[in-house]
């Protein structure tokens, strides 16, 4: 197995810690919205599975970066190994920290430069669920005219409902280069649901974590604010369930027409891996021909027999 490391940088209050937070480790965005994190204190790291990869994230205290950026010796030994640096700009801040961000962005390249450290790095701009629709065109162009100077790859990113799954294909677009099964995993979905509506669905591992997921654009991302506490103790049911009765498949419909399509992929593929779909569009037969169309890709692209 790899080890591969991302290095989370960025302003104080970008939201680098609530990133690492939801996408590595399955925290549910609505509570870290209401109640934000302690600003971090000293470098903070966690090293996680992802798929066929393990993950390193070091999320710098942004309160250190400069002084981060003057330690040279220490920054290369955060970015010994990493293959991607991922430098969060808080967008409400964008006009305010521009001058900041260029200092950084030049520091970064020049240290790496020096130290001969091939090192991709990549912009989110986070938090635009904060900007009205104006602004949001505006500061949108603004940093994506900017970001296009400076030749790096900027992905729009937010925790907020309505707006999750842009974090989740950022880091789709950032980790699929480090793992294959990622990208494979994110195109089997991305494939099957081209012609749906109103669909979700999304690969999790033994730890609920979500591993890979793809909507359709017309789904009602909002309803799912409230579902991560839903999921997982349905996920658990399904988990006892499965132990038990050597059940692998289930199919539930709840009282507002949503059906939730459940199955475990270790049968085919070996890993513990289990396919989520959320529709409410399509019908029972509907959605368990679209659970055999993804788990048939997938025993294609990672069965063991
Ligand atoms: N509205 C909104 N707030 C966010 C988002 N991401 C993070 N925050 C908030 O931004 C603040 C700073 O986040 P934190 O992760 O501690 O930033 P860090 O210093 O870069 O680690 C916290 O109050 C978070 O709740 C987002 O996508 N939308
Ligand atoms: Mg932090």
């Known amino acids: 197995m790899d080890k591969k490391k991302i290095v989370l940088l960025g302003r104080p209050a970008a939201g680098k810690t609530t990133i690492e937070k939801v996408f590595f480790e399955g925290a549910n965005p609505a509570v870290l919205i209401d ?19 393990t993950v390193s994230i070091f999320d710098y205290p942004g309160q250190n970066m400069a002084r981060v950026l003057d330690d040279e010796a220490k920054f290369m030994m955060i970015l010994e190994q990493a293959f991607v640096v991922v430098y969060a700009i808080d967008c409400t801040r964008w006009e305010a920290e521009r001058p900041d961000i ?68 950022a880091f789709y677009a950032v980790l699929g280069a480090a793992s294959g099964e990622a990208r494979q995993t994110k195109e089997i979905l991305d494939k099957n649901l081209r012609d749906c509506k109103r669909t979700l669905c999304f690969i999790s591992d033994a730890r609920n974590a979500v591993l890979a997921l793809a909507s359709t654009a017309d789904f009602a991302f909002p309803l799912l604010h409230p579902l991560p506490g839903f999921f997982s103790s349905v996920v658990a049911q399904f988990e006892s369930i499965k132990a038990d009765d050597k059940v692998d498949h289930v ?16 049968p085919f593929t070996g890993r513990d891996r289990r396919l989520i779909i959320v529709s409410d569009d399509l019908n029972p037969v509907a959605i368990h021909r679209l659970s055999d169309a993804i788990t048939g890709d997938f025993k294609a692209a990672f069965g063991t027999r």
Do not use: M
């Open 35 to 53: 109640k934000p994190l302690p600003p971090t204190v000293g470098l903070s790291t966690v090293a996680v599975p992802w798929l066929d990869t």
């Open 102 to 169: 260029q200092v950084d962005v030049d520091a970064i390249r020049a240290v790496t430069r020096k130290n001969g450290v091939e090192v991709e790095l990549v912009l989110f701009c986070h938090k635009i669920d904060l900007l009205g629709e104006h602004e949001l065109d505006g500061t949108r162009a603004a940093v994506k005219a900017w970001a296009g100077l400076q030749a790096v790859p900027l992905h729009f990113t937010s925790i907020a409902p309505g707006f999750l799954h842009l974090l989740y294909d």
């Open 251 to 266: 199919i539930i419909s709840t009282r507002q027409r949503t059906r939730v399509d459940f199955r475990s992929l270790e």
